[in-house]
Each structure stands twice: as C-alpha cells, then as structure tokens.
C-alpha cells in the first residue's frame, strides 16, 4: 500500500511563559497508509493533537517535513477533513447547510451539493434531522453531522481530535461502530486521536503509543483482526492490557 | 386491550394539551393585564397630583387631560407627524451610516493586525469623548442643517458598534475558523459565512446599543438648533412656556425609544432564528 501520510523527523516547539522553549514533539516519524486506520494514544502533552495539527496544516512544524498524498502540507485544504472534538459545527446554519458549506466551498453546484447533502445524512442516519440547528441536536447527533461535513469533501484523510471524547458511554459505543462502517465504504485514512484505550484498540489497525516530555512515539502496535471486534473476547482483553503496559511504560520514563 | 389503551392514551395526551395551554393563555392575558394596569396607575396618580397637591401650578406640571387636549389639534394639523418624520429620518439615517462603518472597521481592525495597531490608541482615546461635546464644533463646521444631525448621530452610533464588532470578531472561536480553512473556505468566504455570523450576537448588542446612543444624540443636536424635530418642538415649547408641550415631546421620545427596540428584538427574532433561540 502506498503512504498517505508521512511525517518525516518532525519537530514542534512552543516558547513557554517562564520564556524557555518546550518540545511538543521531538523527531517524530510516521507514516499512515492509503486507507489506513490509525489511533494515536498517549497521556496529555504526549504532542498527539500537536501532530494532528501538522497534518491538518494548522501549524507549521518547526523541524521535518509533513506530507499527504506525497506533496508537502502547506495550509489547510479539502484534502484533510478534520472532526474536531465539540463546538465545531456552524451554529448559524442547519445540519443540511453545515454539510454543504464544504461543497459550496469547493464551487459544487446546487443540485448536486443538495443531492451529496442528503447522501451523507442518511448515512450517517440523521436524514431527519436535516433543518434542524446543532442546539436542537444532541451531542452524539452533532458528531454525526461534523463525521458528514467533513466526509462529504472526499478527502483523502481524516483527522480525528478526541472526536467521541464528550458523549456519554453508550452513545460513543454506537459512534465508533458507525464509524468504522463508514471508513470501510469511504476507504479514507484515518488518523484519530484518543486517551481512551478501549476506543483504540476498538477501532485501529494500527495503535501508535506515544510519549510526553518530549513527545515522541514510543512503541506501535499492529491490530490485525477484523473489525468490528468483540469487546469481550480474550484477544480484545489482550490488548487492552499491551497498550496499557506500553503507556505505563511510556510515563515511567518521564518520571 | 391495546385499543383502549390508545384510546386512553390520546385522551391524556388531549387533555394535557389543552390544559396547557389554557395555561400559557391566562399566563399571557394576565401579563397584558398588568402592563395596562401600571399604565393607567401611573397616568392615574400623575392626573391625581395637581388636584392633590395645594398651590401646585398647573402650567408647570400638567396633568395627562391637559397634554392630551394639547396633543389632539398638533396631530390633527399634522404638526406632530412633521417632527416625528424629520427626527426619524436623522436618528435612522445616522444610525444606517454608523452600522455600515462600525461593522466595517470593526471587521477590518480585528482581523488585519496592521489595521488594529495603527487604531487602538486613536480608538480608545476617541470613544472615551461624549459625541455630546462635539454638538458646538459641529454647529460651527456644518451649521444646523441636516447634514450636521446625521453627522453626531452617525459619530455616537458609530463607536459602540465598532468596539462591539471588534470584540465579536476577535473572539471568534479558533474552532470554527480552523473548521472552515480545512472545508476549503478563502479569507474572503470565512469572512462573511464564518466569522459574521459568529460575531453576530455581539454585533446586534453593538446595535442595541447605538440605537439608544441616536436618540441621545439626536436630541441633543436637534437642541442646538433645528427648525423641526420632536427636540425642536420641545425646546420651543420651553421658548413659549408650553410645558404641556415639553411633555408630549419627552413621551414621544419615550415611545419612539421603545418602539425602536421591540422593532430591533422582532427584527433579530425574525433573521436570525438560530439566534434568537439560544440566546
């Protein structure tokens, strides 16, 4: 497979308030496959948002290069959908107008983008919801429509922040199995940030441990079992407790 | 079994409904009902004073009947209506020139820094004058012409709705931005789709604000010297020891104040549905 992404020795560095510079990431290398499900994993100023960010072009990398379908990352574009993890979807516009705004964007004409609209609600099963407003929606309904908004762009990447961080328990267990369907049907590279063990090992084909203090990447982790997986079966239960050592692992390091 | 049950259910249902709202009507009936009734207390006791009080002259503190039987002959001849349109025209105009300013450099400060620095020190040591003590320079630079009300009126409304813009757009939600660069939205489409309607609610505060500013101003000005205006008429019936005048001026302005805001929050609640629900 080829690489969609690759992040080549990059560095970030931030000046902190006591006037020092501090690393949020420190030669980090990764690479995420044309179709790939990546999860990012570590404890809080590990630098996986940071990375994110690269990638989304949001940032610029201080050292190293950044690359999305072999050309190097300048600002943000259509090419790299982001979900972010709330608060992101336009509050002025319906769910409808919020998933269109991308097409509008892109100059799609009016049939077509009503058409593409309609497409994306109804797969990710709010076709009901179409005129209604992201405070007439719940949180797990919001999610849904930001998944569309940013699906209906075709990007070739898909960067997740924390996307499920804020739903309840059950309604993110429904998010994330609706998510790997809709990344199957897609074929988009994901690369999804998370603390949540449970939700990495559910979801990735690929979990990469990172560390803080520098960020770095600490360990990868291939999951090669079909998806969706059983949360109670033995492997599931395996690992749990590898990604769980290895993050362990990770702090004892920095302390 | 089950069909009584339906039947049972829709019969709460309906009875529920119509209680409730039964409810919401009374609730809403009673609400008018007070709102009459602290008018009429107050035009009661205000109509009760000169009778009440001894020695207490009439021409200078007229009782409700008396300004009424004064403001019948001004409608009818049409006087009143002349004063209302000439100072609508100068608080709207001044309001409508001070909307598409203020929201410009407000735009246009919060979002190129050059703009912004080159303007705050000018912009803060300018909103902190009173527009009132530019009323005399005013009259010697342009006269007591219309072009010198609408100047005051557009200068008063124009910085509330430039710092209120200012602080929408600065604060817009580093989210929403980042949301709309990666949908392939340019620095002239995130403006206008992306951090307007984000700065909105901010902005019609600004508004809400000017326009109580005009009225200010506009009387203000239109006492310097004007030959119509509903202040003009007041400052004439000073001239003419007509305070029953005086009155009918100073409850026109009431009214026109009010008036203005409710058309303003209907106005808000009509465009903007997605505002006025959350807000």
């Given at each position: 497979?080829?690489?969609?992404?690759?992040?080549?020795?990059?560095?970030?560095?931030?000046?902190?308030?006591?006037?020092?510079?501090?690393?949020?990431?420190?030669?980090?290398?990764?690479?995420?496959?044309?179709?790939?499900?990546?999860?990012?994993?570590?404890?809080?100023?590990?630098?996986?948002?940071?990375?994110?960010?690269?990638?989304?072009?949001?940032?610029?990398?201080?050292?190293?290069?950044?690359?999305?379908?072999?050309?190097?990352?300048?600002?943000?574009?259509?090419?790299?959908?982001?979900?972010?993890?709330?608060?992101?979807?336009?509050?002025?516009?319906?769910?409808?107008?919020?998933?269109?705004?991308?097409?509008?964007?892109?100059?799609?004409?009016?049939?077509?983008?009503?058409?593409?609209?309609?497409?994306?609600?109804?797969?990710?099963?709010?076709?009901?919801?179409?005129?209604?407003?992201?405070h007439e929606l719940s949180g797990g309904m919001r999610q849904r429509v930001a998944v569309a908004r940013a699906l209906v762009n075709r990007p070739q990447v898909l960067l997740m922040d924390e996307p499920f961080a804020a739903v309840d328990a059950m309604t993110r267990a429904t998010l994330q199995a609706d998510l790997l369907a809709l990344w199957r049907e897609s074929g988009v590279s994901v690369m999804f940030v998370t603390h949540n063990i449970d939700e990495a090992v559910y979801l990735a084909q690929r979990v990469v441990v990172m560390g803080a203090h520098p960020g770095t990447v600490r360990s990868e982790l291939v999951l090669d079992a079909p998806c969706p997986r059983d949360r109670g079966s033995a492997a599931f239960a395996g690992w749990y407790a590898d990604v769980g050592r290895r993050l362990e692992d990770g702090v004892e390091v920095v302390a | 079994m089950s069909g009584r049950d339906d039947a049972w259910v829709r019969e709460a249902e309906v009875d529920f409904l119509a209680r409730h709202r039964r409810r919401q009507r009374v609730a809403w009936v009673s609400r008018l009902l007070l709102n009459v009734v602290g008018v009429c207390a107050f035009l009661g006791l205000w109509e009760a004073i000169p009778r009440v009080v001894p020695d207490l002259n009439t021409t200078l503190f007229p009782p409700p009947s008396a300004v009424w039987e004064a403001f019948g002959p001004m409608l009818l001849s049409g006087e009143i209506t002349q004063h209302i349109a000439v100072s609508l025209r100068r608080a709207g105009l001044g309001f409508a020139i001070a909307t598409v300013l203020g929201i410009t450099a407000g735009l246009l400060t919060a979002r190129v820094t050059v703009f912004h620095h080159l303007s705050e020190p000018l912009l803060h040591g300018f909103r902190s004058i009173p527009v009132i003590a530019l009323v005399p320079i005013s009259v010697l630079w342009l006269g007591i012409g219309e072009g010198a009300k609408v100047a005051l009126v557009a200068c008063g409304a124009f910085f509330p709705i430039w710092i209120a813009t200012f602080i929408g757009v600065r604060d817009v939600h580093v989210v929403y931005l980042r949301s709309a660069a990666c949908l392939g939205a340019g620095r002239l489409a995130t403006m206008l789709w992306v951090v307007l309607p984000a700065a909105l609610p901010l902005i019609l505060a600004g508004l809400r604000q000017a326009l109580a500013v005009s009225l200010i101003v506009l009387v203000a000005a239109e006492l310097a010297g004007a030959t119509a205006g509903v202040a003009y008429m007041m400052s004439m019936g000073h001239q003419l020891f007509r305070v029953d005048v005086m009155f009918i001026g100073l409850l026109l302005l009431g009214a026109l104040g009010f008036l203005a805001d409710r058309l303003f929050v209907a106005l808000v609640k009509r465009l903007f549905p997605w505002y006025a629900t959350t807000h």
């Amino acid at each position: 497979m080829s690489a969609s992404i690759e992040i080549e020795r990059v560095s970030q560095l931030f000046p902190t308030r006591e006037g020092g510079a501090s690393w949020a990431l420190r030669d980090v290398s990764l690479s995420v496959a044309a179709g790939e499900f990546v999860c990012l994993i570590g404890p809080s100023g590990c630098g996986k948002t940071t990375l994110l960010h690269l990638v989304a072009g949001f940032l610029s990398p201080t050292a190293g290069t950044v690359r999305v379908g072999g050309r190097p990352v300048g600002k943000p574009g259509p090419d790299r959908g982001v979900v972010f993890q709330e608060y992101a979807l336009f509050a002025w516009m319906t769910a409808r107008q919020n998933i269109e705004f991308g097409l509008r964007m892109l100059g799609v004409g009016r049939a077509e983008r009503h058409a593409r609209a309609a497409e994306a609600l109804d797969r990710v099963g709010l076709a009901r919801a179409a005129d209604r407003y992201p405070h007439e929606l719940s949180g797990g309904m919001r999610q849904r429509v930001a998944v569309a908004r940013a699906l209906v762009n075709r990007p070739q990447v898909l960067l997740m922040d924390e996307p499920f961080a804020a739903v309840d328990a059950m309604t993110r267990a429904t998010l994330q199995a609706d998510l790997l369907a809709l990344w199957r049907e897609s074929g988009v590279s994901v690369m999804f940030v998370t603390h949540n063990i449970d939700e990495a090992v559910y979801l990735a084909q690929r979990v990469v441990v990172m560390g803080a203090h520098p960020g770095t990447v600490r360990s990868e982790l291939v999951l090669d079992a079909p998806c969706p997986r059983d949360r109670g079966s033995a492997a599931f239960a395996g690992w749990y407790a590898d990604v769980g050592r290895r993050l362990e692992d990770g702090v004892e390091v920095v302390a | 079994m089950s069909g009584r049950d339906d039947a049972w259910v829709r019969e709460a249902e309906v009875d529920f409904l119509a209680r409730h709202r039964r409810r919401q009507r009374v609730a809403w009936v009673s609400r008018l009902l007070l709102n009459v009734v602290g008018v009429c207390a107050f035009l009661g006791l205000w109509e009760a004073i000169p009778r009440v009080v001894p020695d207490l002259n009439t021409t200078l503190f007229p009782p409700p009947s008396a300004v009424w039987e004064a403001f019948g002959p001004m409608l009818l001849s049409g006087e009143i209506t002349q004063h209302i349109a000439v100072s609508l025209r100068r608080a709207g105009l001044g309001f409508a020139i001070a909307t598409v300013l203020g929201i410009t450099a407000g735009l246009l400060t919060a979002r190129v820094t050059v703009f912004h620095h080159l303007s705050e020190p000018l912009l803060h040591g300018f909103r902190s004058i009173p527009v009132i003590a530019l009323v005399p320079i005013s009259v010697l630079w342009l006269g007591i012409g219309e072009g010198a009300k609408v100047a005051l009126v557009a200068c008063g409304a124009f910085f509330p709705i430039w710092i209120a813009t200012f602080i929408g757009v600065r604060d817009v939600h580093v989210v929403y931005l980042r949301s709309a660069a990666c949908l392939g939205a340019g620095r002239l489409a995130t403006m206008l789709w992306v951090v307007l309607p984000a700065a909105l609610p901010l902005i019609l505060a600004g508004l809400r604000q000017a326009l109580a500013v005009s009225l200010i101003v506009l009387v203000a000005a239109e006492l310097a010297g004007a030959t119509a205006g509903v202040a003009y008429m007041m400052s004439m019936g000073h001239q003419l020891f007509r305070v029953d005048v005086m009155f009918i001026g100073l409850l026109l302005l009431g009214a026109l104040g009010f008036l203005a805001d409710r058309l303003f929050v209907a106005l808000v609640k009509r465009l903007f549905p997605w505002y006025a629900t959350t807000h």
